[in-house]
């Protein structure tokens, strides 16, 4: 049994930010770097006019401790979350009963209770809804959240899934972070929210097939390190000695199936998803 979408909705904060801006000011808040003015057309080359944030431009000017980025979090986090949701029932024709079950996928920030449960009471949840909270998936939390959000409205019958994202990079902008990788992060990434409602259905709905592979290979921290205001820790670096590895993870991840089930378009994808991984391990 397939899965279908009801409903596809998302929302942003309340601040809009134009690149032309945030270029500017990222060429103050990073002018310790002497290379700066080199690394600058980075945001120009990202292609991007408009993002969203939940805090104004000026905000990034200043310091912030953990608790007060933690408490941005939840409270802007909530707010998108619930205003998805309200739009995801209205489009679907249903109401907050009718919901079985709620996968939420965030990374940018630690919620307790978690974003789900705070959600149940904002939208009126029946109280034995099921739930799962989905942390530290980064970029890859969105596709994989809907794999999960799939996977559940298959194995519960008639169950209405509501699948929710929200990442909030604004609030881990550091200014004293003069690396390369945070000035091309504070070009690329916004904030927004976006979510769903699956529901078990025909085969012509929504077919999700994710497989999360950790490669085997040497993994490495570049640093470590605590502070005051977060924990940080560089993420692994992964390095395979066969540079190949791109077409065994397809293979493990879309198994093969009789062209009667779309063992055709299987085939098709494979190739597709292995020319995106060679072109990423060549790079």
């Not at 998805?84 to 939420?104: F, K, P």
């Not at 307790?112 to 449960?117: E, F, G, K, R």
């Not at 395979?240 to 293979?251: K, S």
């Amino acid at each position: 049994m397939q899965s279908r979408l009801l409903a596809l909705k998302s929302a942003v904060p309340t601040f809009a930010l134009r690149q032309a801006d945030v270029t500017d000011r990222a060429g103050r808040l990073f002018r310790e770097r002497k290379d700066i003015a080199r690394l600058l057309p980075v945001f120009e080359n990202t292609g991007i006019e408009l993002r969203y944030s939940c805090v104004p431009i000026d905000w990034y000017e200043d310091a912030h401790g953990w608790r007060e980025r933690t408490a941005l979090y939840i409270e802007n986090s909530v707010h998108l979350l619930e205003k998805v949701a309200t739009a995801l029932l209205e489009e679907s024709g249903l109401v907050a009963e009718s919901i079985d079950a709620v996968v939420v996928a965030s990374t940018t920030g630690i919620a307790t209770p978690s974003l789900d449960a705070l959600l149940v009471e904002k939208l009126r949840l029946r109280r034995d809804v099921q739930r799962l909270p989905i942390f530290g998936l980064g970029c890859a939390g969105g596709v994989i959240g809907l794999a999960r959000a799939a996977q559940l409205s298959r194995a519960m019958p008639g169950a209405n899934v509501l699948f929710l994202v929200v990442e909030l990079c604004a609030l881990t902008f550091r200014k004293n972070d003069l690396s390369k990788s945070n000035i091309v992060a504070t070009a690329l990434f916004g904030d927004g929210a976006a979510g769903a409602i699956a529901q078990p259905g025909p085969r012509v709905g929504l077919g999700v097939a994710i497989a999360l592979h950790i490669v085997e290979g040497k993994a490495h921290h570049d640093r470590q390190f605590i502070d005051k205001s977060r924990l940080e820790g560089r993420q692994p670096v992964l390095r395979h000695p066969d540079q190949r590895c791109g077409n065994g993870l397809v293979r493990a991840a879309l198994p093969r199936q009789s062209d009667a089930r779309g063992g055709g378009d299987q085939k098709k994808t494979r190739i597709l998803i292995t020319g995106i991984i060679q072109g990423i391990e060549a790079a």
